[in-house]
């Protein structure tokens, strides 16, 4: 069984850009989480998707914001970048919506903002 | 408010030495899930344990073991006779489904490195 595929795997933008990451999902998996890994800010929660809807989202400002596809696939998109958004992007899936079961992670997107 | 801490940043072992990595979390529910996920210098977070708060049963699997005690909020895991394939950053992390969704709250995570 393939595990949860994240593209690109890396990406590099300048402040201003926008950015999109993707996020493609194990079989059988309809919720998606998006995590940001900021160099000294640990993992941190951003985003929760089920059902298309957006359901959660953790201390990010609007500008980080994403949707998901009725295949369950998801994009992060970042608008007016700045250099911070610099981090690791990681996606989780699970197969169930109440947040009971596992999260399976990608292997992440590498962003750098110049 | 719902927290983990994982009080160890880095630990340096020689290879076969046994190294236990602790984990401490806060939560004022009854119900909520523990993890412990491997992330290798690839970045990928790879999964190993998931427990559920009325399980505290230890679990051994191969190598590695981990001591889940709710009276000291505590999840702790050990690796035994270490292996340098055993370097990497290793969290734990917490979720409370009913209330928050199943996001994972993560520790800051603990840099294991296995010298030969």
């Known amino acids: 069984e393939a595990g949860v595929t994240q593209s690109p795997t890396h990406l590099i933008k300048t402040r201003g850009q926008q950015a999109t990451l993707r996020c493609s999902p194990i079989?059988?998996?309809?919720?998606v989480y998006w995590y940001q890994q900021a160099l000294g800010l640990g993992l941190q929660f951003l985003l929760w998707?089920?059902?298309?809807?957006?359901?959660n989202r953790g201390n990010f400002p609007p500008r980080f914001s994403g949707r998901q596809f009725p295949n369950y696939s998801s994009e992060l998109n970042v608008n007016a970048l700045e250099l911070e958004d610099s981090a690791l992007y990681l996606c989780?899936?699970?197969?169930?919506?109440?947040?009971?079961?596992?999260?399976?992670f990608g292997p992440g997107t590498r962003l750098t903002v110049l | 408010a719902q927290k983990v801490t994982q009080a160890q940043t880095e630990i340096s072992v020689v290879e076969k030495e046994d190294v236990t990595l602790d984990c401490v979390y806060e939560?004022?529910?009854?119900?909520?899930?523990l993890f412990w996920y491997k992330q290798p210098p690839s970045g990928e977070l790879v999964f190993l344990i998931r427990?559920?708060?009325?399980?505290?049963q230890n679990e051994i699997s191969g190598r590695y073991s981990w001591n889940f005690q709710k009276s000291t909020s505590s999840f702790n895991f050990t690796i035994t006779a270490s292996q340098v394939v055993d370097s990497a950053v290793y969290f734990c992390?917490?979720?409370?489904?009913?209330?928050?969704?199943?996001?994972?709250?993560f520790g800051q995570g603990t840099e294991l490195s296995v010298k030969p």
């Open positions: 992390a917490l979720s409370d489904p009913y209330n928050q969704g199943g996001k994972l709250i």
């Open positions: 998707y089920d059902e298309g809807e957006e359901r």
């Open positions: 427990r559920n708060s009325f399980d505290e």
């Open positions: 079989s059988g998996h309809t919720s």
């Open positions: 989780a899936m699970l197969r169930d919506r109440a947040g009971t079961d596992t999260q399976y």
């Open positions: 939560t004022r529910d009854t119900t909520y899930y």
